[in-house]
């Protein structure tokens, strides 16, 4: 896909000139000579050097960037999906231009803007504040991660099967009550199909279960009262009983169990836990979390590997017509670890 | 330091087109009439717009675009400086190219150099890679955080402070021996300091001290075993004896922390944990850790400021003349969390 580049050792070996005039030549031409400035530009041609991108930005309008914008890096599933699209580098080449928005949203709007104005080639988007049909309507090349993709093309995990696969295995670890605790979101986001597969698990097996739906903040400090309460809540209502409880990502996966060992010096056995994700904080923790996997590294490359496919088409002398959105699903992968039975 | 921009918003206003036209004619201009692409071109002169940025890059040869390097985003302390650093574009409007080199440092330096084709304003550059006599060579701002910085400009932790800390801490927790984990590094590296700080404090005080320099690997899986295997060693060499452990970082703490409790239901009191860093992770452990912090924020604003004075320096009609690099140091905060007596 890319070629082989030339680099500033090769233009120093073959002018003969040190790697700092070369680098000097690119940002601070005036302190050569006219003549050596001359000597390396000869070079340069010589060497079909591809490395004088705003040179290519003017012939091309290209500019190899791709703007990648996450929620926040607070949650360890972002920022694991941020490292494994970043070492896609390697393999396609393209630069990220990387922004978090952490509930800003005018802020964020205003950041895609001036990447827009930049003529970057594409965006992958983690975030969901703007609407995918207003993505779609900025004539770039977008794929979305776990967010709404109605207009947009994406990849995504298989959350149904998530769902289903989380209900299944508290429902052979013998739980009294299995209780799904998520973000009350509309059917467009992905992630609700975890809703919909744990409960259509729960009434075909006729488990007795509990839906809580409850935003559980933004911050560590936030999630800690909030899931506080909710043990609270859940030790009112089910005394003795042994509950299975699927929570909505390993990040508050490890704030329930480590709430849960705080107050009894052990997670009780009364208490099982699943989190979704498998991001680092799951095999981090104090007690390793079983959890429903997204195969985060899959996702990135899948979601690079389309956009580039569609960057590469923008970029030939007669594109093919561009098609609706494409939509990936990749299966999720169910870890168990020491939460479950 | 920046003028109020124009938004797409702006001209849609302005011309009557919406803001999806706006965007196609940055975009897209062919799927618009040469008559509309002319009105939004006047309305643009009009409203003296800022945003066309490939057109300024002509003008100006600025982009507004900074490198940020960072050694990888697995240990805690660079996610949180990331996510601080991504931060101040609200602030100072420059947006980051972003790179984990993880350790492989020909694709690291091949980045940095094609970010330097790419006439980058500057560079943020936490990894330890490359020399910062080469940094410093390459002919544009830069500012090392965390790294070695002879020939760049800084911002570091008052490392030396931090060491005396963490030793004057665990020496008031009454413990046996007191000891200090850290990898093996040259005097030249700002961390280096923390561990004189440790030892001449320990001298000072007459306490019983151990220093083991060693590397505790690059992935959790190596930090669990070399960590493991540490407390193996110190088990057999102090039975019985109150230790206390000053980490290299909170990462490599809260393995420690959770080595401990795995291996005896808590945390032993025969044991003090004292990490480094203040990064999130120390305060989400199952039992928070007491940390030497650096003021990560702080930090990140500093390098951001030093850096931007740097970079609009050059963009003057007739910049001054190059100082040497600035080194700015900010002093570390020692937070008692539940580790420590």
Request: hydrophobic share 35%.
């Amino acid at each position: 896909m890319k070629q082989k580049k030339v680099t500033f050792a090769d233009i120093a070996a073959y002018t003969g000139f040190s790697k700092t005039t070369i680098s000097r030549y690119f940002n601070d031409p005036d302190s050569l000579t006219l003549e050596n400035q001359q000597k390396i530009a000869d070079a340069l041609t010589e060497l079909d050097y591809k490395e004088n991108k705003v040179g290519r930005i003017l012939a091309s309008g290209k500019t190899e960037f791709v703007g990648l914008i996450i929620p926040n890096l607070y949650m360890h599933f972002y920022s694991e999906m941020l490292s494994q699209i970043l070492d896609t580098y390697g393999t396609y080449g393209y630069k990220f231009l990387v922004f978090a928005g952490n509930e800003k949203a005018d802020v964020e709007r205003k950041y895609i803007e001036e990447l827009l104005a930049y003529n970057i080639e594409g965006m992958i988007i983690l975030s969901g504040t703007v609407p995918s049909r207003e993505l779609a309507s900025y004539g770039v090349p977008v794929v979305g991660i776990e967010r709404e993709d109605q207009f947009i093309s994406s990849v995504n995990t298989d959350n149904y099967m998530g769902g289903v696969q989380a209900a299944s295995l508290l429902r052979k670890s013998g739980c009294d009550i299995i209780i799904h605790v998520n973000a009350d979101m509309p059917d467009s986001q992905p992630a609700s199909g975890r809703i919909r597969g744990f409960v259509d698990t729960c009434k075909e097996y006729h488990l007795p279960y509990e839906l809580i739906l409850t935003h559980l903040g933004n911050t560590f400090e936030e999630n800690r009262e909030r899931i506080s309460s909710l043990t609270d809540q859940l030790e009112q209502k089910y005394p003795g009983k042994r509950k299975g409880i699927f929570m909505p990502n390993d990040t508050h996966a490890n704030v329930l169990l480590n709430i849960l060992i705080q107050r009894y010096g052990s997670l009780p056995d009364t208490y099982q836990i699943i989190g979704f994700d498998n991001s680092p904080i799951s095999r981090e923790a104090v007690i390793p979390i079983s959890t429903v996997g997204q195969q985060i590294s899959v996702i990135a490359n899948e979601a690079m590997k389309l956009l580039s496919e569609q960057m590469e088409e923008r970029k030939k002398r007669r594109p093919a017509p561009q098609t609706g959105p494409v939509h990936r699903i990749i299966p999720p992968v169910l870890i168990r670890r020491e939460t479950t039975a």
